[in-house]
């Protein structure tokens, strides 16, 4: 078998092992919860009998193991149980299958992550790029003293200033970015202005740093030395030198950077009262709705450790001493 | 043409030699040397120290204190307002320094004993132990800090003292990230070596010769790592899951106010009210990232002609 | 000067940027180069001469700027002139073959794109198609397979080949000039024997001219016609080979011969100190040393050579206790050793010190002298305070330092006095056997020298036995009474220093001594005669 097959083959099976060991750190985490949770969720006018009820469609009373591969197989086809919300003392349960509420907001939150990667990627790469390009220059110290004050500013300071200058005293996007299933594209697009807005001045602060050091790290090396003494052009040198070599890095900052994406999005999706996963998840915390807490839970480390595993992959298949083993 | 000597001295050979100075000389030297960011960052820490040990002197009234009206304006009497339930916004400032500082210091310190020690146990043990560690480290970060914690904190509850240790453990994981690689660096320097083949225990080689070498690049962390934790509990405190009332904290306090932000058209001040915790957190971080970017350019290079 | 004259730097002054300031590293050096014609440009770490030698391209690296003097090459001032305008010169007129070859060829390339990449951009056809011209210049070095080795990646050719192909890469467009930056000096003297021969065939075969880089007086004698030495960015001396090898006439260019000079008349004994036998050790499942026997007797110098990978720092980690062998046991005074580090004694640790090859990283950067003397003072001797810090400065003054080093840290101390605490802190355990790994491999000769006379006289006054690991032969003439020869973790010879470097010898001892370059102009030519014939 080709290396470069067996090393990626390799790396896929570290990342299911990874999923399968977080999943069950997110499952196990309703076997913490304290012995009167029942009461807890129901009401303290619940009597035994639905408590038993509850505890007894939770499974609380089936070995741990077992209730862990009942989830997964159910997660697998798509069941992600049943939210705690909507039960009351009574046994009256007018609670909905947590599918029905993430699958909705799901899809917001990959739309408003996607309009940001869309502009915050190319905008990042090229300025980490030239600042890298002409380091030492004016230019790449302002770049590095703006990037830092931003990397450091809590994403909700950033967003609040942006609702003050962009909607408050300037009205010209809604501070509020509510959106419905049928809300047309160039609506959405216009709701999601400021959130995708503040989002991006995070991750390219973050983003370009990245790309410049490794861009720098990679300049350094004797081969780019020697590609000069060899009477290479800049632009060859970049071509034809560094970008074959470059794209490992590459990868690994732009995974990295969407996978704090994945994260940003909580808050600012709290900020503008945005209905995506990230809200779901802070609301059910609130609450102490479980289910879709590990829900939320299962979604977020899952994108994370795929967008590891896809950069990850990249650097595997780009590696020429991998392409052609001795 | 060449200044070689005549005769061989190995005490005359060129060696760079440092002047003696006290401590306090060398770190005068140092400060003036350093540049606005990093003055900026140190006034600023300063600053927030000062107003966090001395809060209950400084601030105009009591904590708590909700006996005013409701969203005030800015006035002589509330230099920035009242909140929502008619409390003092900058008595609620200055308290919020103490909470907020001291939460994040106690949880970093923690992650660092955690973190630390685990990293300088993996990194000497280099067998089994450190394979169990490092891996069940991976498993962990493979979980974004934030959620990790959200869910954490859904099952054991808000409370100040859950919020640390999660916080604390969920952020040893880089902290030990960080010990592991820089002090296997160090364990397999040959001057560790020979402190084995002399026959030193394990105690005396981590302290006397891993401990002081590695640690400029965990001081830095330490600053760095607080800033994250910072950031972290404001997150949280913001999205209501983390520091609770009536416990002044400016995460908190930025969304309780945030409301205000829509009166911009009609009073610009109070549209500000909810920005100044927000502003506060922000200047905090901004200075404690100057600090570690000037005292990293130092330890790289600097340190050995003082 | 006659119109032959290639290459003419007026002057020469470049200044570098460390610790926020700029020093002077070259100051006022001129150089003079006729077609034709191979220098070598000679000088210990530090001495300016791969900077000078970039320069000879107009070239400074990042952090090093040209502040005075003129680069004429064939009549072009390159010292004036844009990197724009000196770009088609580099790589067509003028090339550069670097130290390590590894670091300088790019991963992503084959070897061929490489070596035609600047031939091809200059559209100039030597001998017709660059690329098969290539092939006939791989063949010239005696690359294996020449036609198909272009084919591969630079991490799949062994670092004696990447050497060797990055000179058909500076051969390729002819150029005038070649620049060579220590090309061998990362290589075990085996491989280096091969590549310099091949080196100087092809530069003889082209008639190129070049400037030889190198700290190595014995390699450049067989590669250079005329040798400038260089010392803290200024010129000691320059002259033909012959004459300088014979009558150098600067002070510092003798002493770089010294340690040549030095030779210790061979001893031996009976009482034996230490004793080998038969042992066997692994790392992890890769076994590195074969039924290894060595005897050390008492107040001797057992010498240990052997290229890289032969197993001579091994058998010093096993008798150490570092690395527990799997078989075979240790003997000290008679008694065995045991295996394992933590299962001896706190008096074996004490007999048997250990001194290293890098004293930069065997002191702990944060302690004093006076700590780092102390520590075994105080942890084997029972020396507190007063006691101790006396016997310290005792000991300074036994490494020929005094009192004022006691404060001092270990990056206030030049080389060679970090490697003198090194051997003090040996001493102040009062150890009956020292192993010494490479202890002078590290430093410039004039040092190395004065760390062997040191050794030697202490010798004399403590009878103290001495383990060398080294690969210098040089180094095993001056201090040896017996050597051990290693090869592939086994044992090739053990005997008397007389027996060991006069013939009869066995193969691979022939080949190891035969390989070290030797301070003789003519000696790479006859060593090359004798193997062919």
Known sequence: ?326 | MSDAPETYSASAEVGAVRVRRTRTQRAWIVLRKAPISAWFGLLVVTFYLCVAIFAPFIAPYGEADSSFAAYAPWSDEHWFGTDQIGRDILTRLIYGARNTIGIALATTLLAFVIGGSLGLIAAINRSWLDQLISRAVDVLMAIPSLIFALMLLSIFGSTVWSLIVIIAVLDSTRVFRLTRAVAVNVVVMDYVEAARLRGEGLAWVMRREILPNILPPMVAEFGLRFSFVFLTIAALSFLGVGIQPPTADWGSMVRENASLIQFAQFDLRAAFTPLLPAAAIALLTVAVNFIVDWFLQQTSGLRDDL | MTSDLLLDMRDIRIDGFSDERWHPIIKGVNLQLRRGEVMGLIGESGAGKSTLGKAAMGYTQPGCKLTGGSILFDGMDLAAMSEAQKRPLWGTRIAYVAQSAAASFNPAHRLIEQTVEATNRAGLSPNGNPREDAVELYDALQLPNPSSIGARYPHQVSGGQLQRVMTAMAMSPRPDLIIFDEPTTALDVTTQVEVLASMRKIVEEFNTAAIYITHDLAVVAQMADVIKVLRYGEEVEEAETRKMLTAPEMPYTKSLWSVRGLEKPEETSDDLILEVKGVDAAYGVVKVLHDVSITMPRGKTVAVVGESGSGKSTTARVITGLLPQSGGEVLFNGEPLPPQLKNRSRAQLQKIQMIYQMADTAMNPKQTVGEIIGRPLEFYLGFKGRARDARVSELLQMIELDDSFFDRLPSELSGGQKQRICIARALAAEPELIICDEVTSALDQIVQEGILKLLLRLQKEFNYSYLFITHDIATVKAISDEIVVMLEGKVVEQGLKSDVLEPPYPDYTQLLLSSVPEMDPDWLTNLLDARAG
């Open chain 1, 1 to 326: 078998m080709h290396p470069v097959f067996k090393t990626v083959l390799k790396r896929l099976g570290l990342g299911v092992a990874t999923l399968f060991v977080v999943s069950a750190i997110i499952f196990s985490s309703i076997s913490m919860l304290p012995g009167d949770f029942g009461e807890a969720v129901l009401g303290q006018a619940a009597t035994e009998e639905t408590v038993a009820a509850f505890r007894d469609e939770l499974g609380l009373d089936e070995p741990a193991v077992v209730r862990y591969f009942q989830w997964v197989g159910a997660v697998a086809t798509g069941d992600l149980g049943t939210s705690f919300s909507g039960r009351s003392s009574s046994g009256v349960d007018r609670s909905r299958p947590v599918v029905d509420l993430v699958g909705p907001r799901l899809w917001n939150t990959l739309f408003l992550a996607g309009v940001t990667a869309m502009i915050a990627v190319p905008l990042a790469l090229l300025l980490g790029l030239t600042a890298a390009l002409y380091r030492g220059s004016v230019y790449d110290r302002a770049v590095n003293v703006t990037t830092l004050t931003t990397i450091a500013t809590p994403e909700f300071f950033v967003a609040y200033i942006l609702i003050l200058v962009f909607a408050a005293i300037n009205p010209w996007f809604p501070s509020l970015a509510n959106v419905q299933a049928d809300t047309p594209l160039a609506e959405r697009l216009y709701r999601v202005a400021l959130p995708a807005m503040t989002l991006t001045l995070v991750i390219v602060a973050h983003m370009m740093r990245m790309t410049r050091a490794a861009i720098i790290n990679l300049l350094a090396s004797p081969y780019i030395e020697m590609a000069r003494l060899k009477g290479a052009t800049p632009r060859e040198i970049i071509l034809r030198h560094a970008l074959p070599n470059a794209w490992a890095p590459i990868a690994t900052v732009i995974a990295f950077n969407l996978a704090y994406l994945v994260v940003g999005v909580v808050v600012v999706e709290v900020v503008f009262v945005y209905p995506g996963i990230g809200q779901l998840m802070v609301d059910a915390v609130t609450t102490r709705d479980i289910p879709v807490v590990q829900a939320c839970a299962l979604i977020f480390a899952g994108t994370y450790i795929l967008l590891n595993l896809i950069a990850d992959i990249i650097g595997i298949i780009t590696n020429p001493r991998l392409l052609h083993p001795r």
